[in-house]
T-cell receptor, first 112, second 112 residues
């Protein structure tokens, strides 16, 4: 158990819908990262927050957005969902910026 | 996009044998990390090697880094059936924030 929690574990929704994925980092960790894992694209970095501020952006679609709240938990919002958005979405946290990251169990999103 | 390429993509060995996985990357890095993923689950951090280090050990794991060749290897000695998993290298690139760029992974099967 990494100490990072993600909810929900599974999510099935229809195209065009909007969903919110939630992540609680390890106690004391200030950085939160979001990754997407799909069969065709592999593991892709989406976005990083550090102590509430956006720090780095990767291959994140404009339909996706994220935020980190004062209590350090983070949410990833996915809207206008397409079939190709079906993937595992992982959240990771680290104590500071850089160094090893601790991954949550992921949210499996299925868009039908 | 993926920075790292891992070789081989799949590896099957008997218990007690050694497993070696290789990773190549393209840009200069701060550090390189290895992660393990059991089928469809979250990633588990194994080891981090900094750009100024050449070799690192952790239990049955040995990691080498050759920054001149932009490559790394992960050696698992005396593999066990429980080591069956996918192994990913991930690079923390210079001037790229703290995002990790993952390779495509090596699927390791250890037969009892």
């Amino acid at each position: 158990d990494s100490g990072v929690t993600q909810t929900p574990k599974h999510l099935i929704t229809a195209t065009g819908q909007r969903v919110t994925l939630r992540c609680s980092p390890r106690s004391g960790d200030l950085s939160v990262y979001w990754y997407q894992q799909s069969l065709d694209q592999g593991l892709q970095f989406l976005i990083q927050y550090y102590n509430g501020e956006e720090r780095a952006k990767g291959n994140i679609l404009e339909r996706f957005s994220a935020q980190q709240f004062p209590d350090l938990h983070s949410e990833l919002n996915l809207s206008s969902l397409e079939l190709g958005d079906s993937a595992l979405y992982f959240c990771a946290s680290s104590a500071n910026e850089g160094g090893e990251q601790y991954f949550g169990p992921g949210t499996r999103l299925t868009v039908t | 996009s993926q920075q790292g390429e891992e070789d081989p993509q799949a590896l099957s060995i008997q218990e007690g044998e050694n497993a070696t996985m290789n990773c190549s990357y393209k840009t200069s890095i701060n550090n390189l990390q290895w992660y393990r993923q059991n089928s469809g689950r979250g990633l588990v951090h194994l080891i981090l090697i900094r750009s100024n280090e050449r070799e690192k050990h952790s239990g049955r794991l040995r990691v080498t880094l050759d920054t001149s060749k932009k490559s790394s290897s992960l050696l698992i000695t005396a593999a066990r059936a429980a080591d069956t998993a996918s192994y990913f290298c991930a690079t923390d690139e210079d001037n790229a924030g703290n995002m990790l760029t993952f390779g495509g992974g090596t699927r390791l099967m250890v037969k009892p």
